[in-house]
């Protein structure tokens, strides 16, 4: 009697690691596969702007030579935003430890260049993530700034530099609420808006200055 119960142990322990082991391959094969699904989608949105950028620089940006990469990376991009969004609608946002640092710089990237309205969809999702510590606020800060200016509003967070042909220099796109900008930067984990932009774009942010900005830019 005795053995027969060792036995049923013995064969217990073993079923129950062969379960263990069966879930930590299937846990760490989709981690790699979403990884690797994710490389493919860098490469190819990437590719074809590095080839069409150095081709602008030899041949001009209308030229037919830079208009084949781009035509390509128009192609690439509609089966990639595709791909972004069955991920996020599946996992919601992935875990660092699915996609790594670079999965993140991927989905950011790709979602960066979709339409307005797809852009906007996913923004609660990366405030969400960026609170749960799963993405770094810089993405979320470009993504959320880059929004307001093509809709021609006020930014939130002062990511957002443009060229003033009228004073030929760049600037700030104007910031909403700009006393209070360090306030909702700290927030989010971001460093002081005076330390990005210098550190950044070697810019001295001038408090003065930019509440005057926001107000003639709120008056026009």
Request: include cysteine.
């Amino acid at each position: 009697m005795r053995f027969i119960f060792t036995l049923f142990l013995l064969i217990t322990i073993s079923c129950t690691n062969k379960n263990k082991s069966k879930k930590t391959i299937t846990s760490i094969d989709r981690t790699e596969n979403l990884i690797a699904v994710l490389d493919t989608i860098w490469e190819k949105e990437q590719t074809p702007i590095r080839l069409r950028d150095s081709l602008i620089n030899i041949y001009g940006a209308e030229s037919k030579e830079a208009e084949v990469y781009q035509k390509e990376y128009r192609k690439n991009h509609t089966l990639n935003i595709k791909k972004i969004k069955k991920i996020l609608d599946k996992y919601d946002w992935p875990e660092l430890t699915q996609i790594g640092e670079q999965g993140n710089r991927t989905i950011c990237n790709v979602l960066q260049h979709a339409d307005q309205k797809t852009r906007e969809h996913y923004i609660p999702l990366m405030k969400q993530a960026v609170l749960d510590k799963k993405l770094d606020p810089r993405f979320l800060v470009r993504a959320e700034d880059r929004i307001a200016t093509d809709k021609g509003e006020l930014q939130i967070y002062g990511g957002q530099m443009k060229y003033y042909p009228e004073t030929k220099s760049f600037n700030v796109w104007p910031v909403y609420d700009p006393i209070n900008i360090d306030k909702r930067r700290a927030e989010i984990g971001l460093e002081p808006i005076a330390e990005f932009l210098k550190n950044r774009f070697d810019f001295e942010w001038n408090i003065e200055e930019q509440i005057k900005r926001t107000e003639e830019f709120e008056n026009k």
